[in-house]
């Protein structure tokens, strides 16, 4: 059963940082792209960033690029999401997601595992 679970989230003021991390088991995470999404109330479901299954293609959001970096550790099956300088508008629940595929997806119906979500609220 794969099973994907997000930790990390929390309650951080403007120009703060969280790190998520997202550990991954029952699937073989090395042939598997990562991807992060994230919904913030009202609001649909966005792509936030994606790595691929070596770790050296990333792709990100035009929202988050140059604050958000998203790294991987396949002997760890962990993925994460370094997140600097935030901003209210970050405020979302954050969903990591596994795509079994080289390259990575900023569409959420190419993923086929996701996670519960962990919270990230950003006060201004």
């Known amino acids: 059963q794969v099973q994907l679970v997000e930790s990390g989230g929390g309650l951080v003021q403007a120009g703060g940082s969280l790190r998520l991390s997202c550990a991954a088991s029952g699937l073989t995470f090395s042939v598997y792209t990562m991807g992060w999404f994230r919904r913030a109330p009202g609001k649909e479901r966005e792509f936030v960033a994606a790595?691929?299954?070596?770790?050296?293609?990333?792709y990100y959001a035009d929202s988050v690029k140059g604050r958000f970096t998203i790294s991987r550790d396949n002997a760890k099956n962990t993925v994460y999401l370094q997140m600097n300088n935030l901003k209210p508008e970050d405020t979302a629940v954050y969903y990591c997601?596994?795509?079994?595929?080289?390259?990575?997806?900023?569409?959420?119906?190419?993923?086929?595992?996701w996670g519960q979500g962990t919270q990230v609220t950003v006060s201004s």
């Open positions: 997601a596994a795509r079994r595929h080289v390259y990575g997806s900023p569409r959420a119906e190419n993923y086929d595992y």
């Open positions: 790595i691929s299954w070596s770790g050296g293609t990333t």
